[in-house]
């Protein structure tokens, strides 16, 4: 059979082209082991199906993995003999490019309506983890429904797709296929031809992507402008446009040409040639101007890191680092929520701590949504807002200072890549806030006492981390030393 082209490599395709080319082209050894998180969602994805699947009777189509001619041959035998419910099935065609394009539907639901065989024909349907009805989803439905209108000769009128805790979704599939089609001749011609997408690192997109390291190692070794901050996919479209491809072409370029183009404006063009001056030198930037500082010094510092659970809808873990410079101590308290339900009493226990104990330190933070959780778990818990607002005046969001005023050779303005480039490093260096969502369901399905202590270390040094910006930024922008503790 010739090369197959999958609705699965289709979805690829979406998210990012050169995932798609990798997954035909490249060196099955290049690709990341899936981590635990990975692991989790693949766990997940198979809960989520077999709870869908635990509604219908439904029949499987057995056949050899990659093996779509005989998968095709199986389910074609069930429709032609009306099986009401088909799991698994596997439909080929070859129009409209004399080549085998294959669809892999969930399931094939058997409706009254005339079809090649008879008094009856088929419905297609997927089952997505997603609550939401994803373009690419919608696409990707369309794609195995209208290669079903080829296969059956008759067009369904429904396209089901089953996303997690919601009722079917129909998606208005012959409204989709015209944007499908657009799609389909670059997609078939990448595929056929072996065009290599260029690389292109955009952290939402990559970051469950299995060729992350790969793509990373081709980035960084072509010096790639996606490592940029503030290039983004348009803006480098743009950059193209004019040859400036290179961190050497970016960094000569004159600012007026930049401005010049959509989007960017001065204020863009000056931002994108002081990062690329910073990369190229390796060296961060302060500000012309310099500002009135936040709180710098004070005898005690608190410096504050949340861990959540977006899925249980729970603030599990206020990590709170203590720097007493008085004494010269550093203490890292953790309030945690071992239990979902302790949610409430965990966030007294942090009020109690941070309002009570320590009234008027300063508590620091990386990003706004600690300040945005203060008022939200204040609501939610009845809590006095006047609480509320004078604890979130004494936050200072260490994130919004470093973007303001400095630029860094870093890849992002994340604080695990600021952190680093000052020197700092995560105990496990693979942690991440879904590695910790990960460990906080582990210990609640498991009762291991270890994946707590992992999510806590990991919030701890988070905390710690936030601390070492916070003071590499005072002494960089106002020239304030940090004092030793500890
Ligand atoms: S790592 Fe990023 S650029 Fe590479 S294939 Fe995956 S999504 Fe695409």
């Known amino acids: 059979m010739a090369l197959p082209l999958t609705d699965n490599l289709f979805l690829d395709y979406l998210r990012c082209h050169r995932r798609a ?16 998180y990975i692991q989790k969602i693949i766990a997940d994805s198979s809960h989520n199906r077999a709870t869908v699947l635990s509604q219908f009777d439904y029949q499987q189509v057995e056949y050899e993995r990659g093996d779509w001619e005989a998968g095709a041959a199986t389910t074609l035998a069930l429709m032609e003999q009306g099986e009401p419910i088909i799991y698994r099935g596997v439909l080929i065609s070859t129009a409209p490019y ?20 008879g ?30 209108e080829d296969v059956q000769d008759a067009t369904p009128e429904n396209c089901l797709l089953y996303l997690r805790d919601r009722d079917p979704f129909n998606v208005l599939w012959e409204e989709r296929l015209f944007q499908l089609e657009e799609m389909l001749d670059d997609f078939v011609t990448m595929a ?18 299995s060729w992350q390291s790969f793509c990373h190692e081709v980035a960084v070794e072509q010096k790639h402008l996606s490592l940029l901050p503030g290039v983004t996919p348009k803006r480098y479209s743009f950059l193209q446009e004019l040859g400036l491809t290179t961190l050497d072409s970016l960094r000569e370029a004159e600012p007026a040409t930049l401005a010049a ?20 030198s390796d060296t961060a930037l302060a500000p012309t101007q310099i ?12 410096y504050f890191d949340i861990e959540a659970e977006p899925d249980l809808g729970v603030l599990f873990l206020h990590g709170v680092l203590e720097v007493n410079h008085r004494k010269g101590t550093e203490t890292f308290h953790a309030f945690v929520a071992e239990q979902p339900e302790d949610e409430e009493r965990n966030w007294n226990d942090f009020l109690d701590f941070v309002c009570n104990v320590h009234p008027t330190a300063p508590i620091y933070h990386f990003c706004s949504y600690e300040a945005d959780s203060m008022g939200k778990l204040g609501a939610k818990y009845g809590t006095d807002p006047a609480i509320t607002q004078a604890l979130v005046e004494r936050f200072v969001d260490v994130h919004w200072w470093v973007t303001q005023l400095v630029t860094m050779p870093v890849e992002s303005y994340a604080l695990k890549h600021i952190a680093r480039w000052i020197g700092f490093e995560w105990r496990d260096t693979s942690a991440n806030g879904a590695l910790a969502i990960f460990w906080y369901l582990a210990w609640l ?16 040094d988070d905390c710690r981390a936030t ?20």
């Open 21 to 36: 080319f990798l997954e035909l082209y490249g060196d099955r050894e290049d690709r990341d082991a899936p981590g635990d």
């Open 98 to 117: 004399d080549h085998p394009l294959v669809a892999t539907p969930d399931l094939l639901i058997r409706v009254p309506g005339r079809s090649r065989w």
């Open 119 to 148: 008094d009856w024909q088929y419905e297609s349907a997927q089952i997505k983890l997603g609550r939401r009805p994803k373009l690419e989803y919608q696409l990707t439905s369309t794609w195995q429904t209208w290669i079903l």
């Open 192 to 209: 056929l031809e072996e065009i290599e997408p260029e690389v292109f690192i955009a952290r939402s997109r990559c970051s469950l992507c």
């Open 261 to 280: 183009l959509p989007g960017f404006g001065p204020h863009v063009a000056e931002e994108l040639l002081d990062q690329a001056y910073s990369t190229w």
């Open 291 to 302: 500002p009135k500082p936040p709180p710098l010094e004070a005898p005690i510092e608190l």
């Open 445 to 460: 399905k498991e009762g291991d006492r270890s994946f707590l202590n992992q999510v806590i270390e990991y919030n701890e």
């Open 467 to 486: 601390y070492v910006v916070k003071a590499w930024l005072a002494d960089f922008v106002w020239g304030v030393q940090r004092k030793e503790v500890g």
